[in-house]
């Protein structure tokens, strides 16, 4: 089975550029969670899609964006980027939101860089 | 709002040493809690996990962990280490009404030198 696939692995855009990042989840998993990881913050949890819908979000501005399509694969946006989103996005999907057994699968990252 | 601490941000040992990785988090419901390993170059992956019953347990490659509800810890042990186990780990929780969100720490680094 196919792990979670990230696109583009590699990105370097302009302070002011918007930019999307794609995840495609490993078949059948219906659950899409986005992390930002800095040297200096870690890893942050952005936002959790599940059926098409936001189920939770993490502590970030409104520039951070994202959805999730009816095959599962999930988007998110940044807007007006600044030097500080600078950072490697990973997504993780896992088969449930929550159950005693669920667990997420990471991807290799995208690795954003604004100049 | 939840918080993990990894009490350790690089740990360097020799290869049979003995390892453990302090990891204490901050919140008080239910809890599920989760070690989480880097090897230079590859995907987060998940070495164990814990969600109810035995208190110690068991993951990949010899990895252990126990939880201490008393004192909201979860570290991870292994009883001799290889020159493979050089990686980063890092300790996640995720809280009963977070869906699947994550919190992690700052993660440790690990060397080994054979």
């Known amino acids: 089975k196919a792990g979670v696939t990230q696109t583009p692995r590699y990105l370097i855009k302009t302070r002011g550029q918007q930019v999307t990042l794609s995840c495609s989840p490993i078949s059948g998993h219906r659950s899409v969670s986005w992390y930002q990881q800095t040297p200096g913050q870690g890893l942050q949890f952005l936002f959790e899609y599940f059926s098409e819908t936001q189920r939770n979000k993490g502590n970030f501005p409104g520039r951070f964006s994202g959805r999730q399509f009816s095959n599962s694969r999930s988007e998110m946006n940044v807007s007006t980027l600044e030097l500080g989103d600078s950072a490697l996005y990973l997504c993780a999907s896992s088969l449930h939101r929550r159950t005693d057994t669920y667990e997420q699968y990471f991807g290799p990252g995208t690795r954003l860089t604004v100049t | 709002a939840q918080s993990v601490s990894q009490h350790n941000h690089h740990v360097i040992l020799s290869e049979a040493a003995s390892l453990e990785l302090g990891c204490n988090y901050s919140?008080?419901?239910?809890?599920?809690l989760f070690w989480y390993v880097q090897y230079p170059g590859q995907h987060l992956q998940l070495l164990l996990k814990y969600f109810s019953g035995d208190p110690l347990v068991k993951g990949i490659k010899g990895f252990e962990a126990e939880f201490i509800k008393s004192k909201f810890s979860f570290n991870l042990r292994k009883p001799s280490v290889q020159w493979s186990d050089t990686a980063e780990y890092f300790c996640a929780v995720n809280a009963e009404q977070a869906g699947t969100a994550l919190i992690f720490g700052k993660g440790t680094t690990l060397s080994v030198s054979s």
């Open positions: 919140y008080g419901g239910t809890v599920n």
